[in-house]
C-alpha cells in the first residue's frame, strides 16, 4: 500500500508539466499563465507536513492515511473535471495538501511497524516507486496527453490508488491514536506560512528570476518566518515540529546529508532532459527513454546495500555512494551536442548505481537512534528536509546554467553551459561524500546488529524495538525487552 502511495504522490507532482500545453489550449491560456497549476502543489504539500506528526499521534496511522489518500483521489478526480482554471488550481491545493500528509504518514506507519533489519529490506522495495516514478512521469504523460487527453494525467491516480484504498481498508489493521497534547496551532501556522513561503521563492526562483521582487521578498520572508518558528518550536511544551530531534546527531547529520546530497543527485535527474531536449534538439520520448536507465541502476544497487548495512554502516556506503555521484557527473561534463544516446544512458546507469548507495542508508540510519515514540515526528522531520532539498535542486541547476549562459544567449543555454552546470553539481557532491565520512554510524550499526540478532531471541535495546503493532492489531508502546513478533498488549 506505501508502495502505491508513494509512487501515485510523485508522478502526480510530475507529471503535470507534460500536460501544460494542452491545459493552455483547453483554457486559451500562454503555458506561462499556467505557472500556478505547477507552483500550489509543493507549495500546499509544504505548508500540510508539519501538521502530519500530530495527526498520525492522534488519529492512528491507519485512520489519516486512508483519509488522506481518499482526499488524494478525490480531488485528482475534481482537477480530471474542472471547467476553470480556478477550479484546477484549487483542486491542485487539495492534492498538494493531501500529499504533504500521504508522505510521512505512510513512513512514520513503516518505521513504526518494522525494525531496523526489516527497515532495510522494507527500504529497497520502498525504493523502487521513488525511482520509477520521477522516470516514468514524462513517458506516461506524454502517451496520456497524446492519446486520450490532459485530464488523464490526473485521472490515472485513480486506478493506482484506489485498490490501494480499498486494500488499506479490509487488511491495515486498526491503530489506537494517543495523547499527543494540546494542538499547536500557533507553530503550524508558523512553520506552514515559512515553508509554504519558502517553498513559493524557490519554486518560483528559476521562473521568474532570484531578483524579482516576489521571489526576493517570499524568500526573506520565509527566512524569517522559520526563525521564528525554530524560536517557537523550541519553547514549547508539546511542539508540532520535534526540533530537538536535531539534538540527536545521527538524526541531525543524516538530515544534512539528505538536504545537501540531494541537490546534485536530483539536479541530475533535472538537468539531463533539459540537456536532450535543448542542447542536443531530442524528443520528450526520446529524453524520457534516455534517462531511465537511472532507476535499474538504482534497484540493481539497493539489493547490495541491503546485504552490507548491518556489517559496514552507513558511513562507507554514503560516502563511497557520493563520491560515485560526483565522478559520473564528471563524465556528464564530457558529453557535447554529439553525445550518442547509449552513451548517455550508460551515464545514467552509472549514476543510478551510485545513488542507489545514498537513499536507503540515510533513510534507515536517521531514525535508526530515535525512539519510537517519536517516530511520527522524526518522520515529518525528514520529510521537510527532503521536499527542501529536492526544491533547490533544479533551482541550483537554474542558477548554475544562468551564470553559464552569455546574456545573448539567455533562451538557448550553450553546450558549455551545461558542463559547467554538470561540474557544479560533481563539486557539491564530492563535498557531501566527506561529510558523509565523518558520519558517526557505530550506532546505526549497533541497532542494525540488535534487531537481526532479534529473530535468534535477542533483547531489543529500549527504543529501537520496532513492534509491528500497526500489522498486528497491538497499539500500546514497547515495554524495554520486548522483541520483534512479540505481543505487547
Request: hydrophobic share 50%.
Amino acid at each position: 500500500m506505501c508502495v502505491s502511495v508513494t509512487f501515485i504522490a510523485i508522478v502526480d507532482g510530475a507529471i503535470t508539466t507534460v500536460a501544460l500545453p494542452s491545459i493552455a489550449r483547453q483554457f486559451h491560456l500562454t503555458t506561462a499563465a499556467l505557472d500556478g497549476v505547477v507552483v500550489i502543489y509543493p507549495v500546499c504539500l509544504a505548508m500540510a507536513i508539519p501538521a502530519s506528526a500530530w495527526l498520525v499521534e492522534r488519529f492512528g496511522g491507519k485512520r489519516v492515511l486512508l483519509t488522506a489518500l481518499a482526499g488524494f483521489l478525490l480531488s485528482s478526480l475534481l482537477c480530471g473535471i474542472a471547467a476553470t482554471l480556478g477550479q484546477l488550481v484549487a483542486y491542485r491545493a487539495v492534492q498538494g495538501l493531501s500529499a504533504g500528509v500521504l508522505f510521512p504518514a505512510s513512513a512514520a506507519l513503516l518505521f513504526s511497524t518494522f525494525n531496523t533489519e526489516e527497515q532495510v529490506r522494507i527500504s529497497r522495495y520502498m525504493i523502487i516507486p521513488q525511482q520509477i516514478a520521477p522516470a516514468a512521469a514524462p513517458v506516461l504523460g506524454g502517451l496520456l496527453v497524446d492519446r486520450l487527453s490532459w485530464r488523464w494525467v490526473f485521472y490515472v491516480n485513480i486506478p493506482v490508488g484506489l485498490p490501494a484504498l480499498l486494500f488499506g481498508a479490509v487488511f491495515l489493521a486498526a491503530h489506537r491514536g494517543s495523547r499527543p497534547g494540546r494542538f499547536d496551532l500557533p507553530g503550524l501556522l508558523l512553520s506552514a506560512s515559512a515553508l509554504g513561503t519558502l517553498m513559493f521563492g524557490v519554486s518560483e526562483g528559476p521562473n521568474r528570476g532570484w531578483s524579482s521582487a516576489a521571489v526576493l521578498v517570499s524568500l526573506v520572508l520565509g527566512t524569517v518566518l522559520l526563525a521564528a518558528t525554530a524560536a517557537f518550536e523550541l519553547r514549547v511544551q508539546h511542539p508540532l515540529l520535534k526540533l530537538r530531534l536535531f539534538a540527536n546527531r545521527l538524526f541531525r547529520d543524516t538530515n544534512l546529508l539528505n538536504l545537501v546530497g540531494l541537490i546534485p543527485i536530483m539536479g541530475a535527474m533535472y538537468i539531463g532532459p533539459l540537456f536532450l531536449q535543448q542542447a542536443q534538439h531530442r524528443s520528450a520520448l526520446e529524453s524520457g527513454l534516455t534517462t531511465f536507465p537511472e532507476a535499474f541502476g538504482v534497484l540493481l544497487t539497493v539489493q547490495l546495500v541491503g546485504v552490507l548495512y548491518a556489517r559496514i554502516g552507513p558511513r562507507l556506503i554514503v560516502g563511497c555512494g557520493t563520491a560515485g555521484v560526483s565522478a559520473v557527473l564528471l563524465l556528464f561534463a564530457t558529453c557535447d551536442a554529439g553525445t550518442g544516446l547509449w552513451t548517455f544512458r550508460a551515464y545514467m546507469f552509472l549514476l543510478g548505481v551510485a545513488m542507489g548507495c545514498f537513499f536507503v542508508p540515510t533513510t534507515v540510519a536517521s531514525i535508526a537512534t530515535i525512539d519510537r515514540r517519536d517516530l511520527a515526528h522524526a518522520s515529518t522531520l525528514n520529510t521537510v528536509v527532503r521536499q527542501t532539498g529536492g526544491a533547490l535542486a533544479p533551482a541550483a541547476v537554474t542558477t548554475a546554467l544562468v551564470l553559464g549562459t552569455p546574456s545573448a544567449a539567455a533562451a538557448n543555454p550553450p553546450v558549455a553551459a551545461y558542463q559547467h552546470t554538470y561540474l557544479v553539481l560533481a563539486a557539491i557532491a564530492a563535498l557531501t561524500a566527506l561529510f558523509a565520512l565523518t558520519l558517526p554510524d557505530g550506532p546505526a550499526r549497533a541497532a542494525a546488529r540488535a534487531t537481526s540478532g532479534t529473530s535468534a531471541g535477542s533483547p531489543v535495546p529500549p527504543g529501537q524495538g520496532q513492534e509491528p503493532c500497526e500489522a498486528r492489531g497491538g497499539g500500546a508502546p514497547d515495554r524495554p525487552g520486548a522483541r520483534t513478533g512479540d505481543w505487547v498488549g
